[in-house]
């Protein structure tokens, strides 16, 4: 593959990151993995870049190796190539990721083919055609599904692939990339626990999203009331996230107001901590939401917020009602 680096542009700056634009294109070899590290190294590119990647493919090996960089330096992965250089912007055209680059395309941290960018897979073929190549199939096949579940991707991506032979290519619908987490966007799947602590117990839901993370807490306390604390990385914007009046919880996309029921919201070092009181209508709510999040505005019909308005709330709600029984048995026996 051919590598070349981009320092960050203006939109960058204007973010406030120091991320790069990398455009890796042409055929997989198989030291390719090597061949990055060292670039990447070579121009003290930082963690948490963006990889743009244009290839029909090449050495399967050197597509797993080349990911597991990828994913060691915290990079994003996209599915495109270098446009023109205009406005001060670098643009940015579709492309596509086949074969062995569909498989190194799943060490981005974050991943996202968008527009008309195509991600294909097929069945891998060995040059070997002697006694040996089902042996090595085998050992192959098992490398590979390792592989694609150390990436937290769901492995029937190999079954779809393992159907369509090599000389041939399965295009995937971006609804099936989005199901098998093959993208997701800039969200990682979220986990849903139960927890306790100090005599309280607690459903706790934790994602990680390229913006930073979203926690979201319901807190059953053994006395008082019960309580919402949300926590998610405010950034640059936290300062002006502190001085927003209009707090509104949100429950599949419906807006409730929270300004009343706040009992606290401080800016931990970037980190906006906001705790609300959990009415019996808003547990109501909760337990039939699908996605939970907080909307802070400095008014109620401003164009912009700050927050989270999306986070799956079906793993939680499942072990919510649970928690609730066992919470006011826990009430009961402290009193």
């Known amino acids: 593959m051919i590598f070349e680096g981009q320092p960050p542009d203006i939109l960058a700056k204007i973010r406030g990151t120091s991320s790069w634009k990398i455009f890796a294109t042409g055929e997989i070899d198989i030291d390719d993995g090597e061949r990055f590290a060292a670039f990447l190294a070579a121009n003290n ?42 406005d001060e912007f670098q643009q940015i055209e579709d492309g596509m990721c086949m074969s062995a680059c569909a498989i190194a395309f799943l060490g981005g941290e974050y991943r996202f083919v968008s527009g008309k960018s195509e991600y294909g897979v097929h069945r891998f073929a060995l040059n070997d055609a002697g006694p040996r190549q089902v ?4 050992q192959m096949s098992a490398t590979v599904v ?16 393992s159907e369509i032979p090599s000389d041939d290519m399965l295009f995937i619908p971006k ?37 930073g993370i979203n926690k979201y807490l319901v807190i059953f306390p053994a006395r008082d009331n019960a309580y919402i604390h949300i926590i998610f990385d405010g950034g640059q914007n936290a300062d002006a996230a502190m001085m927003m009046e209009s707090d509104r919880l949100v429950f599949d996309k419906e807006l409730f107001p929270a300004s009343e029921i706040r009992v606290s919201r401080v800016n931990d070092d970037g980190r906006i901590n906001a705790m609300y009181v959990l009415t019996p209508e808003l547990l109501e709510k909760m337990l039939k939401a699908r996605t939970v999040g907080l909307c802070l505005q400095f008014a109620a019909d401003a164009p912009l917020f700050l927050g989270f308005d999306n986070l799956p ?13 066992t919470s006011h048995q826990f009430r009961e026996s402290t009193r």
């Open 135 to 138: 042996d090595q199939a085998q």
């Open 45 to 86: 590119i930082p963690f948490g870049s963006e990889l743009y990647l244009h290839s029909h493919g090449g050495s399967l090996i050197g597509g797993m190796n080349l990911g597991r960089v990828i994913r060691d330096y915290i990079l994003t992965t996209h599915v495109g190539q270098k446009g023109e250089f205009r």
């Open 313 to 325: 709330f079906e793993e939680g709600v499942a072990k919510l009602p649970g928690l609730v029984s």
């Open 146 to 161: 390792e592989y694609i579940r150390a990436m937290s991707v769901d492995t029937e991506l190999f079954t779809l692939a």
């Open 175 to 211: 609804g099936t990339l989005n199901r098998l987490n093959v993208t997701n966007n800039g969200f990682k799947r979220p986990k849903w626990t139960i927890e306790s602590i100090e005599g309280a117990l607690y459903l706790k839901g934790e994602r990680e999203t390229i913006y």
